[in-house]
């Protein structure tokens, strides 16, 4: 069964960094186009990112266009999430997830990680 887990997260001031990964097993990583998704208190889960296994083309949300960089590295099982100037409104709990059909940003997702905390201070 597949099973991802993030790590990462913190409390950062606004402006700063932080990289997140995502973890899985090497087979799953080189298989499966995976995604990065964000809920905030009270609202709803939201895309922020994904990748694809064939050649790593990547697709962000717009609001977080320019700032946000997924990678990946399938030799090490790891999905990564740099995050660049970041803003309050960027708190959220961070999940990766694997991309079963459809859009990037609506399509089906399975298998989600439990999460990381990101919170950022103005």
């Known amino acids: 069964q597949v099973q991802l887990v993030e790590s990462g997260g913190g409390l950062v001031q606004a402006g700063g960094s932080l990289r997140l990964s995502c973890a899985g097993s090497?087979?799953?990583?080189?298989?499966?186009?995976l995604g990065w998704f964000r809920q905030a208190p009270g609202k709803k889960r939201e895309f922020v990112s994904a990748?694809?296994?064939?050649?790593?083309?990547?697709y962000y949300a717009d609001s977080v266009k320019g700032r946000f960089t997924a990678s990946r590295d399938n030799a090490k099982g790891t999905m990564y999430l740099q995050m660049n100037m970041l803003k309050p409104e960027d708190t959220a709990v961070y999940y990766c997830?694997?991309?079963?059909?459809?859009?990037?940003?609506?399509?089906?997702?399975?298998?989600w990680g439990q999460g990381t905390q990101v919170t950022v201070s103005s």
């Open positions: 997830a694997v991309h079963v059909s459809g859009r990037w940003d609506t399509g089906d997702y399975d298998y």
């Open positions: 090497e087979r799953t990583f080189s298989q499966y186009n």
């Open positions: 990748i694809s296994w064939s050649d790593g083309s990547t």
